[in-house]
């Protein structure tokens, strides 16, 4: 590990935070909650583009760190009594597959409006690699938050209680 | 139970109607299917009766039957409120669930504090607007993107999302909403490419319209299907397609208009 890799993980986490709270205050969290997304964001994305830099494949590296931010999250959810999912859904929110999303679709376009077939079977790889990307990555995103909660169903369901 | 709290107890239409109220705020909060059961099933042990639901993208339908006397039940459907996404929401009905359970609550506090929960304030939108804008201007650099293409999605993205906050204000079908903030942002972001500044004009127009992914429903969506919920998952999936169809086609328009062959 260079000093040079660390320095980019570092600025990858802290754009992370960044985007993290920017798209968390959509779905109105409160501020505690905020703060927290933000700092898992920070931590899953740079864990993410440190795998990815390391040679991980991109959805298992997303399912590491998903299963990573949702392990904090039931500690954190445990400590400041709030469901997990409103601070460890906002920090998966970088890591959605949102270009491969859309990329999707729009090869699906330019598949129906190419008349050459070299172009259009190269459009339909498009599709197919874009979306099984997107939908590889959503499973691994939820399957990965949702495993310590599968672990521990006890623990995490009972996190807003306070008796 | 002590005599005190039989006295006052409430009767099957009061109770129906407050779990089918709890219900649909967390269905139209954004919560997913299994919380919404297991929060509304708490409250309803907590009255003495048994519950069952089932959620579904536009209505809710519900039954209550009383655990002593199984001859008193109640079925119950309700429309949903489109989504608007309130995770305070979330988490103070789920609290407040688990309150009621550990200490038997009286009926009337409970209405009142739901009623407190929903009229709670949301977030101020000019706030919203601005970190909104600045969280879409660090994801194109999370893409590679220079500072000037940072800069350009900024101000794609708060002129787009500006837009939404206002069309959705008027009540605008939602696929709209989304096609033209989608075209507007896009529009701007594009600015680079045309005029030639910036070393990556592309990254600044691909990530333009990524604060439009609906990226909670899409997560709700697996966690549905994997919980089992495959109905509601599948309904949540094409919700959330349709909306990606949506922004794309915005997103289409200006590369046309910018004459951009590939993203």
Redesign the interface.
């Known amino acids: 590990m260079t000093p040079e890799l660390i320095k980019l993980v570092f600025i ?1 986490g802290m ?2 935070a ?6 968390a ?6 501020r505690k ?1 905020i703060f927290v997304s933000a700092f898992l964001a920070a931590i899953g ?1 740079s864990l993410r583009f440190f795998l990815i830099k390391s040679g991980v494949e991109i959805s298992v590296a997303t399912f590491l760190a998903a299963s990573c931010i949702g392990l904090l999250s039931i500690i954190f959810a445990r400590i400041i ?3 997990a ?2 601070f460890s ?2 920090s ?3 890591m ?1 597959p ?2 491969f ?3 999707t ?2 090869s699906l ?1 330019k598949f129906m409006q190419s008349t050459e077939v070299v172009k259009a079977q190269g459009f339909m790889l498009d599709f197919f690699h874009n979306g099984m990307t997107t939908l590889f990555i ?2 691994a ?3 990965g ?2 495993l310590p909660v599968l672990i521990f169903p006890k623990f995490s ?2 996190v ?4 | 139970m002590n005599d005190n709290v039989e006295k006052k107890e409430p009767n099957i239409q009061e109770i129906a109607d407050l779990l089918i109220k709890i219900a649909s705020t967390l269905m139209s909060s954004g919560a997913h299917t299994m919380r919404i059961i297991q929060n509304v099933s708490r409250i309803a042990e907590t009255f003495g009766y048994h519950m069952d639901l089932s959620v579904f993208q536009l209505s809710i339908m519900m039954t209550i039957i009383n655990k002593k006397d199984s001859s008193k039940r109640l079925t119950l459907i309700k429309k949903t409120k489109p989504l608007l996404l309130n995770f305070t929401i979330v988490s103070d009905l789920s609290a407040l669930s688990w309150e009621t359970y550990d200490k038997k609550t009286p009926f009337e506090e409970i209405k009142k504090e739901l009623h407190q929960i929903i009229t709670t304030k949301r977030m101020s939108r000019w706030l919203v607007l601005l970190l909104v804008s600045c969280a879409n201007a660090s994801f194109c650099g999370l893409f590679g993107g220079d500072l000037i293409a940072i800069a350009l999605v900024f101000a794609g993205t708060f002129a787009g999302f500006l837009l939404r906050q206002e069309m959705m204000k008027k009540h605008v079908n939602h696929l709209v909403v989304f096609t033209t903030s989608a075209f507007v942002a896009s529009l701007i972001a594009g600015v680079g490419y045309v005029f030639k500044i910036g070393n990556t004009p592309e990254i600044a127009l691909a990530s333009s319209v990524l604060y439009l992914i609906p990226g909670v429903p899409l997560i709700n969506s697996m966690l549905d299907i994997i919980e089992g919920h495959i109905l509601t998952g599948i309904a949540r999936l094409v919700n959330a397609s349709s909306l990606i169809v949506c922004i794309t086609i915005g997103l289409f328009a200006s590369m046309l208009i910018l004459g951009l062959e590939k993203l």
């Open positions: 990858d754009m992370a960044v985007a993290a709270t920017g798209f205050v959509i779905s109105n969290p409160s909650a994305h009594h709030c469901p999912e409103v859904f906002p998966l929110l970088p959605i949102g270009m999303a859309y990329r679709i729009l376009i959503l499973l995103l939820v399957v938050v949702s369901f009972s807003t209680r306070k008796y």
